[in-house]
C-alpha cells in the first residue's frame, strides 16, 4: 500500500490494529486459562469478550472507509502476547505469576491505547466523524480495562503476591 495521504496512513495503522486486536484475543483466552485468581480469570474474560466487539467495530470502521482489514501482521503485538505466553510458562507462586499476567495485559493495553489515540487523531484530521466515534468508543473501554487491571492488581493480585 502506498502511502500518499494520511487516510492511507490511517487505512494502514487500522490494519495493524485489526491484527492486534486478533492476536490479542488470543492472548486472553491463554490468560484468562493460565490465571489462578478467579477476579482475574473474570477480568480477561470480560476484555476476550469485549475484544470480539472492538474487531466486529474495526471492521465497520473498514467498510466506512470502503477497504478492508488486509493481510498485515501486527509485530509489537506479537511480540507482547509472546510475552504473556512467557510469563504463563514461568514457575512461580500462583499469585505472583497473576501479577506478572496483568503487567503482561497492561503491556498490550497501553500499545492499544496509543493505538486507537493515533487512529482516531487522524480520523478527525480527515474530516470522519463516524469513523471517529467508533474509535474513541474503543478507546475508552481500551482505557478502562487498564483502570480495571490496575485496581485489581493494586487492592487484590499484588498484596497476594507479596506474601
Do not use: W
Not at 480527515?126 to 469513523?131: F, K, L, N
Amino acid at each position: 500500500m502506498e502511502l500518499e495521504r494520511l487516510k492511507d496512513l490511517l487505512v494502514h495503522e487500522l490494519q495493524d490494529i485489526y491484527s492486534a486486536e486478533s492476536q490479542a484475543l488470543q492472548g486472553l483466552q491463554e490468560m484468562k486459562e493460565g490465571a489462578s485468581h478467579p477476579e482475574l480469570k473474570a477480568a480477561f474474560q470480560e476484555h476476550h469478550t469485549q475484544s470480539q466487539n472492538q474487531i466486529k467495530r474495526l471492521e465497520q470502521v473498514f467498510r466506512s472507509l470502503g477497504t478492508d482489514h488486509g493481510d498485515v501482521t501486527c509485530a509489537g503485538m506479537q511480540g507482547l502476547v509472546e510475552e504473556a505466553r512467557k510469563m504463563l510458562k514461568e514457575d512461580a507462586d500462583p499469585d505472583v505469576k497473576d501479577a506478572g499476567l496483568i503487567a503482561a495485559a497492561q503491556k498490550a493495553e497501553h500499545y492499544e491505547i496509543a493505538s486507537y489515540g493515533t487512529v482516531a487523531t487522524y480520523a478527525k484530521q480527515i474530516g470522519q466523524e463516524d469513523v471517529l466515534n467508533l474509535l474513541l468508543q474503543t478507546l475508552e473501554e481500551e482505557k478502562q480495562t487498564d483502570e480495571k487491571l490496575t485496581t485489581l492488581a493494586k487492592q487484590v493480585i499484588n498484596p497476594a503476591a507479596v506474601s
